[in-house]
């Protein structure tokens, strides 16, 4: 359980480091630098992140984050608790201008996913989790970020959802692959229900999983922790399980290598 001023806090700053990115998907040129692992990197990765290692270090956590040269396993070891952000997560989808990326925050306490904050700021569209990880919630934000009693109350409760007709399964928009497309062909063959394909980018696919649109979101490409860590916050506290396809054992976080196994969530 994290206090409430705690989540308040990171919410206002997932807030924050979305005003910042779009500063810059607004701008007429978006130029785009490349990684050492050749994926592209925007100034509106750079600046989110500056915010958010400002505003959340404030809280004395340490941080795992993509935008940086994180601390060596050996000193990870030993923590306690930590933040794990994207602060720019769908770089592609920012780079296509199609709207569907989104800023990321979780925190992690002995192991454990305790909150977790999905952001999409072309929509002002909030996701988070209460602060006991046993609800989620979306908040449609405006202008002004209001108290967290308020917040709550404005917010609707995420509830997944599975359908008598369909069975709706989000791959990834960027990254759809043979291996996916093998188990979407293997659902057809178990099931009796129509099986529908729903494709979009970033953390938004756990977002559909936990609000009900979808039931299955498989992912059988490369991630990171701070692709799925705010995510599967999210998917636990309403209920759902983020697995490893093949232990099938939930996805663990601070690890020694930051890559994640195939997962599958529902």
């Not at 989104?102 to 305790?114: G, M």
């Not at 979407?184 to 229900?193: A, D, P, S, Y």
């Not at 977002?207 to 922790?225: D, H, K, N, Q």
Request: hydrophobic residues 40%; proline residues 4%.
């Amino acid at each position: 359980m994290v206090h409430q001023d705690l989540l308040h806090h990171s919410i206002q700053a997932a807030i924050t480091a979305g005003d910042a990115i779009l500063e810059v998907y607004h701008q007429e040129h978006i130029e785009t630098m490349a990684k050492a692992d050749e994926s592209p990197l925007t100034q509106a990765d750079l600046a989110a992140n500056a915010i958010l290692m400002e505003q959340l270090g404030l809280t004395g956590i340490p941080i795992i984050s993509e935008e940086i040269k994180n601390v060596a396993y050996s000193a990870r070891k030993n923590w306690e608790e930590c933040w794990i952000i994207d602060p720019l997560d769908g770089t592609k989808e920012f780079i296509n201008r199609n709207g569907e990326f989104t800023v990321n925050i979780a925190l992690l306490t002995d192991a454990k996913l305790q909150l977790g904050i999905i952001y999409v700021p072309v929509t002002g569209v909030l996701y988070f989790t209460n602060s006991t990880m046993t609800a989620a919630y979306r908040y449609d934000y405006k202008n002004e970020l209001p108290e967290m009693e308020v917040l709550l109350e404005k917010s609707e409760q995420l509830l997944p959802h599975k359908s008598e007709e369909e069975l709706k399964v989000v791959g990834s928009k960027s990254h759809m692959n043979e291996a996916t497309l093998g188990f979407i062909e293997n659902l057809k063959k178990e099931t009796e229900r129509e099986v529908v394909i729903e494709s979009v980018g970033s953390s938004l696919k756990f977002c559909l999983v936990a609000s009900g649109v979808c039931e299955v979101y498989p992912r059988f490409g490369p991630t990171m922790e701070w692709d799925t860590a705010a995510g599967q916050a999210l998917c636990e506290a309403v209920g759902l399980q983020v697995l490893d396809a093949k232990t099938q054992l939930p996805l663990q976080y601070n690890k020694e290598d930051l890559y994640n196994p195939f997962f599958i969530v529902n």
